[in-house]
């Protein structure tokens, strides 16, 4: 979240908001005069951000990242151009794996197919000896 002044009557709002990495930033969020602009967007956030536009009515910037992976991890920077002025704000975001979660354990279905055939073979064993009788 980063928070500046704006107001109703502000005519310019420019917001860059950037993954900063080791080769180059990436852009995961434009907005130039009101319009959010994809093509600056890298593809790594294609249709993966989201800006909370009643945050932005606010005089803030909230963005919804989904589907996050472990290379969304890092320092992110949000910079904001408004009538009144400039201003920025950083953020850090670590983002860690899914633990591996053991499998579940399985019943021990073997015993089962023994105890059945026991009893096959014990009912067929009566059965023998009924009609032998």
Not at 8 to 30: A, E
Not at 68 to 81: A, E, I, M, N, Q
Not at 103 to 121: D, F
Request: glycine share 8%; net charge positive; with cysteine.
């Amino acid at each position: 979240m980063f928070t500046t002044k704006t107001d109703s009557s502000s005519t310019v709002l420019i917001i860059n908001c950037q993954l900063l990495t080791d080769v180059k930033p990436l852009v995961l969020y434009h907005l130039y005069r009101g319009v959010e602009v994809s093509e600056f967007q890298d593809g790594q956030f294609a249709g993966r951000v989201q800006c909370d536009k009643d945050a932005l009515r606010e005089g803030r910037i909230r963005l919804h990242v989904s589907r996050l992976r472990t290379d969304d991890s890092g320092l992110y920077v949000c910079k904001v151009r408004t009538d009144s002025g400039w201003n920025r704000g950083k953020g850090r975001l670590n983002v860690t794996a899914a633990r591996d979660w053991p499998e579940p354990e399985r019943p021990n279905t073997a015993s089962r197919e023994r105890i059945g055939l026991y009893c096959v073979l014990g009912l067929t064993a009566a059965a023998i000896s009924v009609l032998a009788v």
